[in-house]
């Protein structure tokens, strides 16, 4: 089947090297080969995280340690700041989980501000906050610092964070900020198949799970731990992924952590840029995602048909998602793009248009 390149917001496009690093003959689990390939992801994903705490790994898709939060931290009430369809999922979750709950409702397209957060947290309704901190829905970036910063003055609240579309893209300073749950998904900014969640624990979220009833069996934190101690992962973990995420890791540091992060920015100004002078942005000013960006189709051209256009150049974007279908579109910019096949892209966009 002859392959587009993906600027989807995820799965993006995977490297060959990182594909054939899949292909690594299997071994157990259980065995001192696994332990080692698991002892050695752990300093590298820690100098990425700027953690000193373990950095978890989870066969599973991200919405699964989104559960794992919930079940293993909200003991009285959780706040989910909603701004978009993964948010949304979020207080899902709570609901699901039989967790009390609440939102702060924010306009899609708009971020949350400090003060929203301050506000509802000195009620002392809660002792969680659920954040997504890039809504690959609407193309923007929440202020993770200045959030982190208001829940840092009630210490009995914790802070989980969903940095699935932007862990290894931007700055996260996990053990610096006070993330009680850093998690994301492998298939976004890590460009790695999907199927692999990475994720952090703090210590202080460590000690409520341990007391947490009805935490379940899979996503129960001090499992996780436990095995960690034996550099090792409580159920079977997908062994192939982690010998990508191993080789994906050297790449990363090979590039350099601030080159990286200059070059999704280089990358997400131009991208903007161009959405200014042919459509307009969907996010606010300020606050855009720098991993994606999301255009407002005020053209109205047909998104479908676009993509069936760039489909014979061998790409593909993002329509909008959920009730923004065909109302925005999206452009991912992250993982190993470059800014040369970005700008392939763009001019393959402004061509095609150009003949309809």
């Known amino acids: 089947m002859k392959h587009k390149r993906l600027f989807i917001p995820g799965p993006v496009e995977v490297e060959p090297e990182i594909l054939q690093a899949m292909g690594t003959p299997m071994i157990g689990h259980r065995s001192s080969e696994f332990k080692e390939l698991y002892a050695g992801v752990q300093p590298k994903l820690q100098e990425l995280l700027y953690t000193a705490n373990p950095v978890f790994l989870s066969t599973?898709?991200?919405?699964?340690?989104?559960?794992?939060?919930?079940?293993?931290?909200?003991?009285?009430?959780?706040?989910?700041?909603?701004?978009?369809?993964?948010?949304?999922?979020?207080?899902?979750?709570?609901?699901?989980?039989?967790?009390?709950?609440?939102?702060?409702?924010i306009e899609w397209g708009k971020a949350v501000r400090p003060e929203q957060v301050d506000a509802a947290l000195a009620t002392g309704k809660y002792d969680l906050v659920a954040l997504v901190h890039n809504e690959t829905s609407t193309g923007i970036m929440n202020p993770l610092a200045a959030v982190a910063e208001v829940v840092k003055k009630y210490p009995d609240i914790m802070l989980a964070v969903d940095t699935v579309s932007s862990m290894t893209a931007v700055k996260i300073e996990v053990d610096k900020l006070g993330l009680d749950v850093c998690l994301a998904g492998t298939?976004?900014?890590?460009?790695?198949?999907?199927?692999?969640?990475?994720?952090?624990?703090?210590?202080?979220?460590?000690?409520?799970?341990?007391?947490?009833?009805?935490?379940?069996?899979?996503?129960?934190?001090?499992?996780?731990?436990?095995?960690?101690?034996?550099?090792?992962?409580?159920?079977?973990?997908?062994?192939?992924?982690?010998?990508?995420?191993?080789?994906?890791?050297?790449r990363i540091f090979r590039e350099g952590l601030e080159n990286r992060f200059t070059r999704h920015q280089e990358m997400a100004?131009?991208?903007?840029?161009?959405?200014?002078?042919?459509?307009?942005?969907f996010p606010e000013e300020g606050y855009e995602s720098v991993t994606l960006t999301t255009a407002t189709n005020n053209r109205g051209i047909d998104i479908t048909s676009l993509n069936k256009a760039l489909a014979a150049r061998d790409a593909t974007i993002g329509n909008g998602y959920g009730k923004l279908k065909d109302k925005t579109f999206r452009i991912a910019h992250m993982g190993d793009c470059t800014l040369d096949q970005l700008n392939e892209l763009l001019a393959n966009i402004d061509e095609c248009l150009e003949r309809r």
């Open 187 to 250: 298939q976004k900014a890590f460009a790695l198949p999907p199927g692999l969640c990475v994720f952090t624990v703090s210590q202080r979220a460590m000690e409520r799970s341990a007391d947490m009833k009805g935490k379940g069996f899979y996503f129960d934190f001090q499992a996780f731990r436990e095995y960690h101690e034996k550099d090792n992962t409580p159920c079977t973990p997908s062994v192939s992924h982690i010998y990508a995420l191993n080789v994906q890791l050297d």
């Open 60 to 105: 599973s898709s991200a919405t699964g340690i989104m559960e794992g939060s919930i079940r293993n931290l909200v003991a009285k009430r959780c706040l989910t700041i909603v701004c978009g369809a993964f948010s949304q999922r979020w207080h899902g979750i709570v609901q699901e989980c039989s967790k009390a709950g609440d939102t702060i409702d």
């Open 269 to 281: 100004n131009r991208c903007r840029n161009w959405a200014r002078q042919n459509f307009a942005l």
